[in-house]
């Protein structure tokens, strides 16, 4: 049976060629980088090119990138090693549909004393410039808001919100992920002070990562060790991971293709009763469909699709081993009978014919659920 994998949000198979180079490097380039000898000078110049290279993608000077183990240690890197260095500033902005990483390691400053504003979206998943503005304080050190958002998929006003900070003189920080390589990034528009991304997400290996720092802007490390990464990661460096990074700049991003199989599926599951789609469907990242099915459980829906060879997800893979609402959903207010039955399904390599098949599948599935549900049907048009 094959398999159609709907969860790239999650996770992406990596490249074949991003491959064959970390292969390369593994076998060949294996040296510390931190070495003087020439074997980790050969290693160290890799690390370096790479740097030159990513950092030439979003617009950024080499020495701005600090390589990471992915976007969680990017995002607690950038949140806490910016408080732990501005101590006489104690107040922090962030939104309520953040990824875990961010809203975890808010909470955990709060117990440290600092004081955290977590504004709302509206029904469409957005953040609002003028939202954020209205919070901004004195003590304001930093406003964190994402670039796209991981369950429903929804693109946030970064420039606008990057314009306001600048103005207001408050580091700005977005975690990228999601947006990195699918949406143009460059962080002089973006007016970002940091930014978070992750390579698994984008076809490179798993355990890679960085972080961009404008240079001016005060981190301290949250680890200690050897000091690399200008002092602020320690860590022998995995270099085989940030070679696969830089390779992957060059995958090919199949946007026409794929936006136009994801409409096709859209039309289609809006077909089935009591279907609605989550979030905006204008502002919003191409690969990405996050639908609720009324009265069903997700989960069992899900569990039934995976013995049908197709894999999708709840909704954030960081933190789909807890049976929860998705505070995302609530957050864009989606009634608690479709929260419950909600499915993100995330683009990559497929078909408008595979895509026919997953919309039979779910369709199937989505009636012997409602079948035996204790919810009766009592909505059709999805709202």
Not at 60 to 83: D, K, V, W
Not at 112 to 132: L, R, T
Not at 281 to 292: D, E, F, M, Q, T
Request: aromatic residues 4%.
């Amino acid at each position: 049976m094959a398999t159609i994998y709907l969860d790239n949000a999650a996770t992406t198979k990596v490249d074949k060629n991003v491959a064959e180079k970390v292969k390369k490097v593994f076998l060949d380039s294996y040296a510390n980088p931190s070495s003087q000898h020439s074997c980790g000078k050969e290693a160290r110049k890799l690390v370096e090119t790479a740097r030159e290279e990513i950092a030439n993608f979003i617009g950024a000077n080499p020495s701005e990138i600090i390589f990471t183990s992915g976007g969680t240690e990017s995002n607690n890197l950038a949140i806490r090693g910016l408080a732990k260095a501005n101590p006489e500033k104690k107040h922090i902005i962030t939104s309520v549909i953040e990824h875990p990483s961010v809203l975890e390691t808010c909470k955990d400053l709060e117990k440290q004393g600092f004081s955290v504003d977590y504004i709302g979206v509206n029904e469409e998943g957005i953040v609002e410039g003028a939202d954020v503005k209205k919070k901004i304080r004195k003590d304001t050190l930093l406003v964190s808001i994402m670039h796209v958002n991981n369950e429903i998929g929804t693109i946030q006003p970064i420039e606008e919100i990057g314009e306001v900070c600048k103005k207001k003189g408050v580091y700005f920080h977005s975690d990228c992920v999601q947006g990195f390589m699918k949406l143009g990034i460059d962080v002089r528009k973006m007016h970002v002070d940091l930014l978070s991304v992750s390579g698994h997400k984008v076809h490179a290996p798993k355990g890679i990562g960085f972080l961009y720092v404008r240079k001016g802007v005060r981190v301290s490390a949250v680890q200690t060790g050897g000091g690399q990464e200008n002092g602020l990661r320690s860590g022998t460096g995995n270099v085989p991971g940030i070679v696969g990074l830089a390779a992957a700049l060059s995958v090919k991003q199949e946007v026409t293709r794929i936006r136009k199989v994801r409409d096709l599926l859209v039309k289609e599951l809006l077909k089935i009763p009591g279907t609605r789609i989550n979030g905006s469907l204008k502002k919003r990242i191409w690969n990405n469909v996050n639908v609720s099915f009324y009265g069903i459980e997700g989960e069992s829906l899900m569990l039934m699709l995976d013995k049908e060879g197709i894999c999708v997800s709840t909704g954030s893979a960081c933190a789909s081993n807890k049976l929860s609402e998705s505070y995302v959903l609530k957050a864009i207010k989606v009634p608690e009978l479709y929260i419950h039955g909600s499915l993100r399904l995330t683009l990559g390599e497929i078909s408008e014919k595979d895509i026919k098949f997953v919309v039979s599948k779910i369709n199937e599935k989505v009636e012997k659920l409602r079948k035996i549900s204790p919810f009766k049907l009592e909505m059709s048009d999805g709202k």
